[in-house]
């Protein structure tokens, strides 16, 4: 509708279209909080239904059907959560006088749309301060292991294969020292990361191994390139591993904010739908000129 004007006493008083107001933000943000609230309450069900029906001491479900499940409840929580912001949002936008219905029924979902918006950076935000809080203190207790290693047995995955070297015949006795064992694992490690055992090493530790096991130097040579390729077969499987757990990680991240963002302007669409029915403006816009 056009703009009106109003003269009285020299005074012109303009009423804009009222149609044309904004997006709600406060009904965006009240949105967004609501469904970070509902969020934050399903995930800490379902990670108590988890513990519950988990347990390593008794049957039950696998750890991949566990995995499958946490999925899916990720992505019913999403869903739910952001379905209840939207809705909230949608209710909340305050829609003044009897602008067109499609454009009402846009500024509703888009709405919803925003709520699921700011709350997915709020998430975004949190998950990275978390992230930077555990890099950090992952390689503070990275520091202190590397530190450690000159006074007492490594506790990390290449241990296991220092104790392969070093073991003696069943019935003999060893004198490996701690000094030797982490010789032995900075070898190992440095092989393992460039992917393979210098000529100097290798008769090294062959030769480390044969003292210390007290067996021949043939079956020390024998022992250290099976050592070797069994430990660095059994880093690439573990960072294998790592990589297929991150990517199943993030398309699932991707499959519930999805499923959340739809959620999020439908709830809008609904809250708006509702508000309109309960005041009446809907059906005064749809009446015939």
């Known amino acids: 509708m056009d703009d009106t004007a109003i003269v009285s006493d020299n005074v ?25 609230a509902v969020n934050f309450i399903l995930i800490a069900l379902g990670s108590g239904i988890g513990l519950a029906i988990a347990s390593p001491y008794s049957a039950g ?14 992505v019913f929580t999403q869903a739910i959560a952001f379905a209840a912001g939207g809705f909230l949002a949608g209710r909340l936008r305050a829609r003044i006088g009897s602008d067109d219905p499609a454009e009402a029924r846009f500024r509703d979902g888009a709405t919803g749309f925003m709520a699921w918006a700011i709350g997915a950076v709020v998430v975004a935000i949190g998950i990275s301060v978390a ?34 070297l070093m073991r003696a015949p069943q019935g003999r006795q060893t004198g490996t020292s701690d000094q030797d064992r982490a010789q032995v694992l900075r ?20 030769s480390l191994v044969a003292a210390r096991a007290g067996i021949s130097q043939d079956e020390a040579q024998s022992r250290v390139a ?42 809008g669409l609904l809250g708006g739908e509702l508000r ?10 749809l009446m015939p000129r």
């Open 12 to 36: 012109e008083i303009f009423q804009a279209e009222a149609g044309r107001a904004s997006i709600s933000w406060s009904a965006a943000i009240a949105g967004a909080v609501t469904a970070t």
């Open 61 to 74: 479900p696998s750890v991949d059907a566990m995995t499958v499940a946490g999925a899916i409840w990720l």
């Open 131 to 164: 992230g930077a809080m555990s890099i950090s203190a992952g390689a503070q207790a990275g520091v202190a292991a590397v530190s450690g290693v000159e006074n007492s047995r490594s506790s990390d995955q290449l241990g296991y294969f220092v104790d392969a």
């Open 187 to 206: 070898i190992l490690a440095t092989s393992v990361r460039d992917g393979r055992l210098s000529d100097d090493d290798k008769a090294y530790l062959a």
């Open 226 to 267: 099976s050592v070797v390729d069994r430990a660095r077969e059994s880093l690439k499987q573990a960072a294998d591993k790592t990589r297929a757990a991150a990517a199943y990680v993030a398309f699932w991240t991707f499959m519930s904010l999805l499923f959340g963002a739809v959620a999020a302007a439908l709830g």
């Open 276 to 285: 309109d029915e309960s005041t009446g403006v809907e059906s005064a816009a």
